[in-house]
């Protein structure tokens, strides 16, 4: 089975090599937890380290903040764009603004599901995307709970159909358990957790593998931390609550 490396440091070990190719996995955890920075990390590294174009479906941020943002981490991704190995689909703005203007691949109505998935495979198929992350794929049911499976199903058929390997990122409150309904968390086939939690007086990352069909994984709850260069995994050490 061929496995997706994550590129993020220490995690591909916690993974026992990877992701499990065409697995659509759901990035789970509270605000300010390192979901956007993991799902760019993912994306740019595959492109860096693996050759492996990607594709952003950004519904919760502009376009224009997530280059600037992926850049302090020294991802120039303005580089893969122009030579057609990454790209956003702006389903943020819905064409509104002078700078939307300038984006190639724009979402008008991210409640239609169907302009969505259009957009999404014209994007994919340009590209040749192998990696795709939805962030957050939490909006794209937010006003309707009872759709959040079908959508994360259909999501699922469409990405797996054109041989992609994903990560939704998942929007929970602060301590809430769970990753993000059941619903969606049967449907995905993998669940990775972060978590930000106050220890003598410190906020403390770290993350642990819940569910990955299709491989063995840690079972521990794994510190991580987040730098200038991206997320670090300590995959040797372990942190107790
Ligand atoms: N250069 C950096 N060095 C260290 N930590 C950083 C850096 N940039 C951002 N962070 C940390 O990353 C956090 C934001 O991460 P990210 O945007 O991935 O969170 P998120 O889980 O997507 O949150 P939300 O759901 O609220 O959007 C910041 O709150 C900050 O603690």
Redesign the pocket.
């Known amino acids: 089975m061929h496995r997706v490396k994550t590129g993020i440091p220490g995690m591909d070990e916690i993974l026992h090599g990877g992701i499990p190719e065409r697995n659509v996995v759901l990035l789970s ?10 799902c760019q990390q993912f994306l740019f590294k595959g492109i860096e380290e693996y050759d492996e174009p990607g594709i952003l479906i950004a519904l ?1 941020e502009h376009p224009v903040q997530i280059r600037i ?1 992926m850049e ?2 020294g991802w120039d991704v303005r580089k893969h764009e122009k030579e057609g190995k990454f790209a956003i689909v702006d389903a943020f703005t819905s064409g509104i603004g002078s700078a939307a203007k300038r984006e190639k691949y724009i979402v008008r109505d991210p409640n239609d599901e169907m302009e969505l998935i259009d957009v999404m495979k014209e994007a994919i198929e340009e590209i040749g995307a192998k990696r795709v992350g939805i ?2 794929v939490t909006t794209l049911y937010l006003n309707k709970p009872m759709m959040a499976r079908k959508t994360v199903f259909l999501l699922k058929k469409v990405l797996a159909g054109l041989g992609c390997t994903a990560l939704f ?1 998942s ?1 929970i409150s602060v301590g809430e358990r769970g990753f993000g309904g059941p619903g969606v968390e049967h449907a995905v086939d993998g669940i990775i957790k ?1 978590d930000l939690d106050e220890i003598d007086g410190e906020l403390k990352r770290s993350l642990i593998v819940w569910k990955m069909r299709g491989t063995s994984h840690s079972m521990r709850r794994h510190p991580f931390e ?3 260069k991206g997320i670090i995994v300590h995959s040797d050490k372990v942190l107790k609550m």
């Open positions: 955890g509270g605000p300010g937890t390192g979901k956007s920075i993991f919760e943002n302090q981490f962030d957050s990122v929007q972060l987040i730098t200038n």
